[in-house]
């Protein structure tokens, strides 16, 4: 089983000017294109290494760039250790399909992970700001001939009283907001007309490219729309959601909470308590994943903090 990895560095000017021509027509800058989207403090590094140390039975591991590359990537000097990380360019992530490039959208770039050329049946797909934390199994995504899910089924907002309501006194819908939950609920729908979405972690996910080529090919029409987005957009599916609803509404799939994920919004919490959650973390052996969003906007004495328990996690015992 290999590993896919998205990262992006926004502060490369090459990038910023491929990315220029598409934010001149907007009055204001979307949301989706901030940048601390695009922003890098060097997580991938930590995100590769602890796949590495706490995963060993990951292959192969593809990071996928827009003619960038990591700057750790450079300093690899052993050839075994470095056959087994490629780097996947948009081009080639896009092959057949390059009409929608440049994207800077991580919707797209996810509907074409099963574009990968040589990429496992089955993969562990995840972002930059992910990181194993302890020893992981393989049983953690893939047991009992099931793959295995993590997350919450909720109730779609569409099936509740109050906002069915607000929206027929108000005259108003999210339709025109991009928001995680919506995403989800969306790409549910494709599937059945349940009245519950599995609502996903920010976490490691269990993929499979023959799955999601299946779905890509099966909802063209929209997939279309999803890879032509330059920036996310509502009406866009997140192929990792509809994966996991198609494979529960075929009976592949287990809902396994036991292996946990610390989120952590590094520029959300204070110093006290950003304190107490990587100890949590630490302490408790539940958790096995850690997702830290926003590492750029933390303060610099809390950004320093978390690189050195990220460093002392993940590469200092390694």
Same mark, same amino acid.
């Given at each position: ?25 907007? /009055? +204001? ?109 393989? /049983? ?9 899910? +993590? ?149 610099? /004495? /809390? ?16």
């Amino acid at each position: 089983m290999d590993a896919v990895i998205t990262w992006v560095d926004g502060s490369d000017p090459a990038h910023q000017a491929r990315m220029a021509p598409f934010l001149a027509g907007f /009055e +204001k800058k979307p949301i989706s294109a901030s940048s601390t989207r695009f922003a890098d403090c060097g997580e991938i590094k930590f995100c590769v290494m602890s796949i590495i140390r706490f995963a060993p039975w990951i292959d192969n591991i593809y990071i996928i760039t827009d003619s960038q590359q990591p700057p750790f990537y450079a300093r690899i000097k052993d050839p075994t250790l470095r056959k087994r990380i490629r780097i996947v360019d948009h081009k080639e992530l896009f092959s057949g399909y390059e009409y929608s490039l440049p994207v800077f959208n991580s919707l797209a770039i996810e509907a074409m992970l099963w574009n990968i050329s040589d990429l496992s049946d089955d993969f562990i797909y995840l972002n930059d700001d992910v990181m194993f934390v302890r020893p992981t199994p393989i /049983e953690a995504f893939r047991a009992d001939h099931k793959y295995v899910l +993590k997350g919450q089924m909720k109730m779609r907002k569409v099936e509740r009283w109050w906002y069915r309501l607000k929206n027929k006194f108000l005259g108003r819908s999210d339709s025109s907001r991009v928001s995680y939950r919506q995403l989800q609920e969306n790409s549910a729908a494709v599937i059945d007309n349940a009245c519950d979405y599995l609502d996903l972690p920010h976490c490691p996910h269990i993929l499979n490219r023959h799955i999601l080529k299946s779905l890509f090919q099966t909802n063209f029409k929209i997939f279309e729309k999803t890879i032509s987005y330059k920036f996310r957009h509502p009406q866009q599916l997140w192929a990792v959601s509809l994966f996991a609803h198609c494979v529960l509404a075929q009976g592949m799939a287990k809902m396994d909470n036991h292996f946990k994920t610390s989120n952590i919004k590094a520029n959300a919490v204070s110093q006290k308590k950003l304190f107490r959650l990587l100890n949590h973390t630490e302490r408790e052996h539940d958790y096995y994943f850690i997702c830290v969003q926003s590492l750029d906007l933390a303060k610099p /004495e /809390e950004q320093r903090y978390i690189l050195q328990w990220l460093t002392r996690i993940i590469l200092d015992a390694a």
